[in-house]
């Protein structure tokens, strides 16, 4: 079945780093993906999003290229902030017009240090 | 209210009791989701409603779990005779079906529980 797989936590970071976490991702068919991230205290909202094969997702600095040849949808940031400490989850859908069942990785915690 | 609301937010419970978890979606939210987020595990999905009907219960984990939901609003996720691993975060998620699929799914905050 479909599935994703992410780079295991916690990744710690200094102010200003460059951050990659990777997710990797097996589907039939030709899915959308997605970074959801959760804030500490707060519910999980909708990051970036791709929908076909060499899109680029990006939103608040935040960019990942749907790589279809690869499998993968890495997250990245070029320059970290504090605030942005927080759990990253990859997700995909591959049901369309079937609702919007996700099926998400396991989370990536990034806590980032002044 | 301005988002999904899920109550209550903390429960702790004895193995074998029953629990009911509560779920109010963004108001004319036709779709509603729980999910499951259990220490180390992810997020997996339970249950999917489209309207008060269920297209997807394929994520259920056992015959212990039933969902609802009334009037195309409301749902809530019971679980009878609780067993310990039966403690995770449920979380639950509404969003405009459309007909196709946007990705944007808005989650509550969860019901955490804990069962002794």
């Known amino acids: 079945g479909d599935s994703v797989t992410q780079m295991e936590g916690p990744v710690t970071l200094s102010e200003e780093a460059f951050l990659t976490i990777n997710c990797t991702y097996t589907a039939t068919g030709y899915p959308s993906l997605f970074w959801y991230v959760q804030y500490p205290g707060e519910g999980l909202q909708l990051l970036l999003k791709?929908?076909?094969a060499d899109d680029k997702g990006s939103n608040k600095g935040f960019e990942a290229t749907y790589r279809k040849e690869t499998t993968s949808f890495h997250l990245e940031k070029g320059s970290v902030q504090v605030s942005d400490s927080a759990v990253y989850f990859c997700a995909l859908s591959s049901q369309w017009g079937q609702g919007g069942k996700l099926i998400f990785g396991q989370g990536t915690e990034l806590s980032v240090k002044p | 209210g301005a988002g999904v609301s899920q109550s209550p937010s903390n429960k702790v419970t004895e193995k074998g009791k029953d629990v009911e978890l509560r779920c109010d979606p963004i108001s004319g939210h036709t779709a509603l989701y729980w999910y499951r987020q259990s220490l180390g595990q992810g997020l997996e999905f339970l249950i999917y409603f489209q309207g008060n009907s269920a297209p997807d219960k394929s994520g259920l984990p056992s015959d212990r779990f039933s969902a609802e939901r009334t009037g195309g609003s409301v749902s809530t996720l019971t679980i009878q005779r609780t067993q310990q691993e039966d403690s995770a975060v449920y979380l639950c998620?509404?969003?405009?079906?459309?007909?196709?699929?946007?990705?944007?799914?808005?989650f509550g905050e969860g019901s955490r529980l804990t069962v002794l």
């Open positions: 791709a929908t076909k």
């Open positions: 998620a509404s969003s405009i079906d459309t007909g196709g699929y946007t990705g944007e799914l808005f």
